[in-house]
C-alpha cells in the first residue's frame, strides 16, 4: 500500500516538473520572438540627405516581422546619407542598401569641402601622385613650374610655391571610381583576394584640394594655365595645422604676383563691339591669333 501511494506521489511530482519546464520553455520561446528596438523615419527622407537625429526614432517590433538589412540601433543610420536618386518613406524601417557613410557617395569631394572652401582639381601621374601614396585628409603644399623669359631673352625654368598645406578632399582613377576605398567597404570572394588587395588600387589620376578661399582657387587655376602644378608632401602633411616653420608667405606671394602679371586676364571691358585693333591685340597676347596668310596657305594645301 505504501509503496503503492509513493510511486503516486513520484509520478504527480514528475507530471508538474513536465508541465513547469513546458510552461517556461513557451515563455522564453516567446521572449525570444520580440527584438528591443529597430529604426524608423519620422517622416519622409529625401534622397542625398544628411541623416540626423530628429529624423528617426526607435521602436519595439516583433523579431519575425522585421527583415533582416533593417537597422536595429540609431548610431547605425546617423551621421549617413540616402543614396542619390532614393529617398525613404516615412514611418518605414531603413535597410543597409539605403544608408551610405560620407566616402561612399560620388560627390565625397564637394561634401567634405568646410564652409568658405572651393574644390580645386589636379590632374596627376604616378610620379606626382608619389606612387599612389597621397591619401585623401592628406595635406599638401603646391609649387608652380613653368618656363620664363628673363631679362635678356633666355627661356629659363621657373619654380615657385603657390600653396601650403592644402587638404586633399578625394583621390579618383581614370575611371572617376575612389582609388582608396576604406577596407570596411571592400568585400571579398575568398581569403586570397583580401591578401591581394593592395595589388588591386588603381592609378590616381585627379586629386581634388581643398582652396581656402575663392581668391586661391582662382590663382591655382591660372596657375594650372600657365604651367603645371606639384603637390609636395612632408613629414607634417597629416597636422591640421600649418606648421611655423612653412607659414612664411614670401615666397607664395612673389609667386602669385609673377601669375597675376603673367596671366591675361579677360575683364568686363572686353566686349565683341570692340575695336577690331584691340581683338587683335587681345588675341596675339593669348597666342591664339592666327596669321591669314598663313590660314591661306592651309586653305591651298
Do not use: C
Not at 543597409?96 to 564652409?115: G, R, V, Y
Not at 599612389?132 to 610655391?161: C, Q, R, W
Amino acid at each position: 500500500m505504501k509503496s503503492h501511494v509513493k510511486r503516486k506521489v513520484v509520478a504527480g511530482v514528475g507530471a508538474v516538473a513536465v508541465i513547469g519546464a513546458a510552461f517556461t520553455t513557451i515563455q522564453l520561446t516567446s521572449a525570444q520572438s520580440v527584438v528591443s528596438t529597430a529604426v524608423y523615419t519620422v517622416d519622409h527622407i529625401p534622397p542625398r540627405t544628411l541623416i540626423d537625429e530628429s529624423m528617426v526614432t526607435e521602436r519595439e517590433v516583433d523579431a519575425e516581422a522585421l527583415p533582416p538589412t533593417a537597422h536595429i540601433e540609431l548610431e547605425d543610420v546617423i551621421g549617413k546619407y540616402t543614396p542619390d536618386g532614393y529617398g525613404i518613406a516615412a514611418n518605414s524601417t531603413i535597410h543597409n542598401d539605403f544608408t551610405l557613410e560620407q566616402s561612399e557617395m560620388p560627390d565625397e569631394a564637394i561634401l567634405n569641402l568646410e564652409a568658405g572652401e572651393y574644390a580645386f582639381p589636379l590632374l596627376v601621374d604616378l610620379e606626382t601622385s608619389l606612387g599612389n601614396s597621397i591619401l585623401p585628409g592628406a595635406h599638401v603644399d603646391l609649387y608652380f613650374t613653368t618656363t620664363a623669359i628673363d631679362d635678356d631673352g633666355e627661356e629659363k625654368p621657373m619654380l615657385g610655391k603657390i600653396a601650403s598645406h592644402l587638404r586633399v578632399t578625394s583621390a579618383k582613377d581614370s575611371s572617376t571610381a575612389d582609388v582608396f576605398v576604406p577596407e570596411s567597404q571592400i568585400t571579398y570572394d575568398d581569403e586570397e583576394s583580401s591578401s591581394n588587395n593592395s595589388n588591386a588600387l588603381t592609378q590616381a589620376r585627379l586629386y581634388t584640394f581643398a582652396a581656402s578661399s575663392q581668391e586661391e582657387q582662382e590663382v591655382l587655376t591660372k596657375a594650372n594655365l600657365l604651367g603645371s602644378i606639384i603637390p609636395v608632401v612632408s613629414g607634417s602633411s597629416y597636422d591640421e595645422e600649418i606648421p611655423e616653420s612653412q607659414q612664411s608667405l614670401d615666397s607664395i606671394s612673389q609667386t602669385r604676383e609673377w601669375i597675376s602679371e603673367n596671366f591675361a586676364n579677360v575683364s568686363g571691358d572686353f566686349s565683341l563691339d570692340s575695336d577690331s585693333s584691340d581683338v587683335d591685340e587681345l588675341l596675339e597676347e593669348l597666342d591664339l591669333y592666327v596669321d591669314e596668310e598663313e590660314e591661306d596657305d592651309d586653305d591651298d594645301e
